[in-house]
């Protein structure tokens, strides 16, 4: 599965793998507002169209008289905190399947070093509140070039071909929390990019630098492959520190398809 998510050259024609809406069901926990701090994904001033030159459009996600954290496609996708030592760290995360979260590589594992850990993911986290509360992790994985430090990288261990890697969540009570969140669809081998290598891509994420990362937020921008920084996504986005690992989605709407997750300075 996280080989499908990679920006590899094309082995065939762009696939889908379609999602689910989920009952929209869930027990509210209080998390307290801890004050964490992000894994720094870049180092760029955002500016109003993109240090790329490109437009777009960064918003609260705050629709839905305020509930727009339990509405689907939103919920799908959560804030991620991990531990590196005894620091907690926070990035953004969503679901792909009932139990499984994708992510940015360096929010699991440190580039050619060893692997975080406790990672708490958090579906519709909004002020300190979980609305289908925190699912620990199982399982953590990233690819083996990541890890060793071998990955092509524009900027190492953030702009990197393979900076994805996706978390196996345990259970609760038989369930996982996709029964309720739903989860994303994804797509591979260019699904959502146009013969001339542009799609719209919508992006969530818990940016710190908006909203103390207390609040989803969400941009719109179009993208495009470029080969000069590791075939990673160009968009245009206000985002920062935070938004690593947050859901790069193409169809946004009424069949979301994940095409790829926050990594580095793609502003």
């Not at 990288?153 to 996706?166: M, S, T, W, Y």
Request: charged share 10%; hydrophobic share 35%.
């Amino acid at each position: 599965m996280i080989r499908a998510l990679l920006s590899q050259p094309s082995r065939g024609k762009p696939a889908f793998s379609p999602g689910a809406v989920g009952d929209g069901k869930g027990k509210a926990v209080f998390l307290g507002l801890p004050v964490s701090p992000a894994l720094a994904s870049e180092d760029v001033t955002p500016q109003e169209f993109g240090t790329f030159n490109h437009p777009f459009t960064t918003v609260r996600a705050d629709a839905f008289q305020g509930t727009t954290n339990k509405q689907f496609p939103f919920r799908a996708s959560g804030k991620l905190f991990f531990n590196i030592g005894s620091s907690t760290f926070v990035c953004s995360a969503s679901l792909i399947k009932r139990g499984i979260v994708v992510t940015a590589a360096h929010c699991i594992a440190e580039f050619g070093g060893s692997f975080y850990s406790n990672w708490q993911y958090v579906p519709g986290y909004k002020n300190g509140v979980a609305p289908y509360g925190t699912w620990p992790t199982g399982d953590a994985a990233v690819l083996s070039v990541y890890l060793n430090g071998t990955d092509s990288c524009a900027n190492p261990g953030i702009i990197c071909q393979n900076d994805v890697g996706v978390l196996r969540l345990n259970p609760q009570a038989g369930k996982f929390p996709g029964q309720s969140t739903g989860f994303y669809g994804f797509g591979v081998d260019g699904f959502g990019f146009t013969p001339g290598n542009l799609a719209h891509i919508t992006q969530i994420g818990y940016p710190v630098c908006l909203d103390n990362g207390q609040r989803m937020e969400r941009n719109d921008s179009y993208g495009f492959v470029d080969a000069s920084n590791s075939n990673n996504t160009i968009i245009g986005s206000l985002m920062c520190g935070g938004s690593s690992g947050g859901p790069w989605l193409v169809n946004f709407g009424r069949r979301p398809a994940l095409t790829g997750t926050s990594s580095g300075s793609e502003f």
